[in-house]
């Protein structure tokens, strides 16, 4: 009986046992703690206002919230299904600062333009679209920027739908399920050539 190649047989071991170990830690680790994270999120839109963040902070998604936008100084749409897009306006919060995005209302319009010239916005706490690929996203560990949605649309604007917990993701258990798969498959595959060498 043949001896097993040493170093393809070593190699093979290392990347499964890899790929198991990164299964196990999406299982043990990841899911445990993003499960206890939605469910804080599900807590939120019942506890106290806070004001807008200026800076990220994932713990305050879907907390009820202000600010006073002294000027809008862009505008832009944004793909929001069914509802066509959503009106996201860049504020002015003083002569300093990083200011703030607030999403007014949605359109089926792509060529809508609001008038609305700022205030006080009352609303909660969200994140702002992401424009990096998200394969980017898996070295670009950057937070996403948070968004104020109105809960008051202004004239010509479907108001903004209430917090849903399903818009943040959940998938480590999909990604578990892939890397044992990718471990299994690597191993038939390793076993397959190593029998077919023999038969030669």
Known sequence: MKRLPVIPTLVVALAVAAMIGLGLWQLLDRLPKKEAYLAQLAQNPAKPAVAFPR?????????????????????????????????????????????????????????????????????????????????????????????????????????????????????HLSYAVQWFFFAAIAAVIYALAVSRRRSR
């Open 55 to 171: 800076f990220p902070d994932d713990r305050l998604l879907f907390r009820r919230t202000s600010a006073m936008c002294l000027q809008p100084v862009g505008q832009r749409l944004a793909g929001a299904g069914a509802a066509g897009y959503r009106v996201i306006v860049a504020c002015r919060t003083g002569a300093e600062g990083p200011g703030f995005a607030v999403q007014l209302g949605t359109t089926h319009d792509p060529r809508f333009h609001s008038d609305w010239r700022g205030g006080m916005v009352t609303g909660f706490v969200s994140h702002a679209p992401d424009a990096r690929p998200l394969l980017a996203t898996l070295f670009d560990h950057r937070p996403q920027d948070m968004l104020l949605v109105a809960d008051r649309a202004p004239p010509g604007l479907a108001p903004n739908g209430k917090p849903d917990l399903s818009s943040v993701p959940n998938n």
